[in-house]
């Protein structure tokens, strides 16, 4: 396989439903372009400790390469053995080191959650990267069940439902299924 070095995928990782679904995303596109996967995941630049002293200094870069292992396993099941993967930990604020990261010719995929903070502040990883990246942005939304809600208010539409099929007459069980 001839891979394309030049323009490259470049995944920002986040626990969120929205990241999972553009780490999908990003995957596909790697995929599609025929070319390497970046998986970013970028840690705060931690704040002076003054007298204390972290008992592992390399403790959180192995916690975010953990994380990004993680979040390959959730969204497609392990890093992808079909493409040239790269996990990248860099430290920052995360829309400028993703920006700084990302050249012209790239693809940049970040996952946008659609939280009340978020619809109401915005989210400062995504403006940044739309606004200063100097490659194109895909911008993936969470999978549409998290639209629906907490799993809590999903429950509870559930039993709804199912307590307004029951008086309609209606057997909510599927034919076939026990009790």
């Given at each position: 396989m001839n891979i394309n070095h030049a323009n490259r995928v470049i995944?920002?990782?986040?626990?969120?439903?929205?990241?999972?679904?553009?780490?999908?995303?990003?995957?596909?596109?790697?995929?599609?372009?025929n070319?390497?996967?970046?998986a970013i995941r970028v840690l705060p630049v931690a704040p002076p400790y003054g007298w204390a002293v972290l008992p592992d200094p390399t403790e959180p870069e192995r916690a975010a390469r953990q994380l990004i292992r993680d979040?390959?396993?959730?969204?497609?099941?392990?890093?992808?053995s079909d493409l040239e993967f790269h996990a990248?930990?860099?430290?920052?604020?995360?829309?400028?080191?993703?920006?700084?990261y990302a050249?012209?010719?790239?693809?940049?995929?970040?996952?946008?959650?659609?939280?009340l903070l978020s619809n109401v502040l915005g989210d400062g990883t995504v403006r940044h990267c739309t606004r200063h990246a100097r490659c194109p942005?895909?911008?993936v939304p969470p999978?549409?069940?998290?639209?629906?809600?907490?799993?809590?208010?999903?429950?509870?539409?559930?039993?709804?439902?199912?307590?307004?099929?029951?008086e309609a007459g209606i057997d909510p069980k599927p034919s076939g299924t026990p009790g």
């Open positions: 995944v920002g990782i986040d626990d969120s439903l929205a990241g999972l679904q553009a780490v999908r995303e990003a995957v596909n596109a790697a995929r599609g372009r070319t390497s996967l970046h979040a390959f396993d959730r969204a497609v099941g392990g890093r992808p990248v930990v860099r430290h920052g604020s995360a829309g400028p080191a993703l920006t700084a050249r012209s010719g790239d693809l940049l995929v970040l996952g946008r959650d659609r939280g942005v895909l911008v999978p549409e069940m998290a639209a629906a809600g907490s799993v809590r208010r999903q429950v509870s539409r559930l039993r709804r439902d199912l307590r307004r099929l029951g």
